[in-house]
C-alpha cells in the first residue's frame, strides 16, 4: 500500500487528492525542510533495515520520498550537505552498533559460562539400576566362593556365567550413560554466535540454514550498518591526514618564504655594504685622481719657472740673479777610506 501510494505521488504530486481550497494552503515539501529523513536522502534509513525483525525500530518519523531524494542529487548544495547528513547518520548508528555489541558481549559470556558447565551426573534411576547389578554380582560372587570351597564346582561355574553376564549388563548401562552426558555436553557447544548482528546460531548446522541466515534482513542490515561506521570513520581520517598534510606543506612554504625574505635581506645589505664600499672607493679614486691634477699642475708650472729662470741664467753667464751658480753634478768622494773598518 505504502509503495503505491509512494508511486502516485511521484507521479501525479503529493496533493493530487487535496481540494482547489486546500491547495491554496498547501505549501509543498522540499528535500532540505525537516520533515524529511535526511538518512534517507544521503544513504539509507536505518527504519527500513529491520521491518519484522527482532531488531525492528519502526516507522521512521520522517519523509521518505524518492523525487525528493532525486532533487537533492541534483541539487547545487548537495556536496554542502552530504557531509552534515552522513555524520548524523553515522552518530545514529553508532549508537545502534554500540547497543548491539552489548548484546554481544552478554551473549559471549553465556556461552562461556555454559561451556565451563560441569558434566551433568548420571541419572538417579541409572545409578539405583547400577546399584543393584552391583550388589547381585558381589552375592553371586560369594556364593561362587562359598561352592568352590566345598567342592561343587559345576555349581561354581554356572554361577560365574550369570555374574559374566550381570557384569556386561553393567558395562552396556555404563556406557549408555556416559554417551548420554557426552551427547548433552556436545548439543551445549554447538551453540555459536553471530558477531555482525548478535543471533545465536547452531554451530556445524545445516548449509541451507546458514545461508539463509546471512541472506536475512537482521544480518544484512547490520552489515550494512557496519559496513558504513568503518567507510564514514575511514574517508573522516583520511580528510584529516590530507588536513594535517595541508597544514604541514602550508608551514613548510611559510618557512621557505621567511628564509627567502631573509636571505634577500641579507643580500640586499651585503649589496648596500658592498655600494657603500664602492662609492667609498670612487671617492677615494676621485680624491686622488684630483690630487694628482693638482700635483701635475703644480709641477707643471714649477717646470715652467724653472725652466725661465734656467735659460735666464745661461744667458748671463751661468749665474742666477742671486749671483748663485749653477749646482755642479759631480760625484762626492767619500770621507771613508774603503778598507777600513769600523
Request: with cysteine; proline share 3%; aromatic share 6%.
Amino acid at each position: 500500500m505504502d509503495a503505491q501510494r509512494a508511486l502516485l505521488d511521484e507521479l501525479m504530486g503529493a496533493a493530487r487528492n487535496l481540494t482547489e481550497e486546500e491547495k491554496k494552503g498547501y505549501k509543498e515539501v522540499c528535500w532540505d525542510d525537516k520533515e524529511v529523513c535526511a538518512f534517507y536522502m544521503v544513504r539509507f534509513c536505518p527504519h527500513d533495515l529491520f521491518v519484522n525483525t527482532k531488531s525492528d525500530l519502526g516507522a521512521c518519523p520522517r519523509i521518505h520520498d524518492l523525487k525528493l531524494k532525486e532533487s537533492f542529487e541534483k541539487s547545487p548544495r548537495h556536496d554542502n550537505y552530504v557531509p552534515k547528513f552522513e555524520a548524523e547518520l553515522a552518530q545514529f548508528c553508532e549508537k545502534l552498533v554500540m547497543d548491539l555489541d552489548r548484546k554481544v558481549r552478554r551473549g559471549r559470556e553465556r556461552l562461556a559460562q555454559e561451556d565451563i558447565t560441569p558434566t551433568p551426573p548420571v541419572s538417579a534411576e541409572k545409578s539405583e539400576q547400577l546399584s543393584i547389578l552391583e550388589e547381585k554380582i558381589k552375592k553371586l560372587l560369594e556364593q561362587v566362593e562359598s561352592l568352590g570351597e566345598a567342592g561343587k564346582v559345576d555349581e561354581a561355574e554356572a554361577l560365574m556365567r550369570k555374574v559374566e553376564m550381570l557384569n556386561a549388563e553393567k558395562t552396556l548401562m555404563t556406557q549408555q550413560a556416559t554417551n548420554e552426558r557426552g551427547l548433552t555436553l556436545t548439543q551445549e557447544k554447538k551453540m555459536a554466535l553471530c558477531e555482525i548482528c548478535g543471533s545465536f546460531l547452531v554451530a556445524n548446522d545445516a548449509a541451507e540454514r546458514t545461508q539463509s541466515h546471512i541472506t536475512g534482513k537482521q544480518h544484512i542490515g547490520y552489515g550494512m550498518v557496519r559496513d558504513f561506521i568503518s567507510e564514514f570513520k575511514a574517508a573522516k581520517e583520511k580528510a584529516r591526514e590530507e588536513e594535517r598534510l595541508a597544514r604541514e606543506k602550508e608551514a613548510e612554504e611559510r618557512r621557505r618564504q621567511r628564509e627567502k625574505e631573509s636571505e634577500s635581506r641579507v643580500r640586499g645589505r651585503d649589496m648596500d655594504e658592498r655600494g657603500r664600499y664602492r662609492e667609498r672607493d670612487r671617492d677615494w679614486e676621485r680624491d686622488r685622481e684630483r690630487d694628482r691634477s693638482r700635483e701635475r699642475s703644480h709641477r707643471g708650472s714649477w717646470e715652467k719657472g724653472r725652466g725661465r729662470d734656467w735659460n735666464h741664467n745661461h744667458y748671463r753667464g751661468g749665474r742666477d740673479t742671486r749671483g748663485r751658480s749653477p749646482p755642479r753634478h759631480s760625484r762626492r768622494r767619500s770621507s771613508r777610506s774603503p778598507g777600513r773598518v769600523y
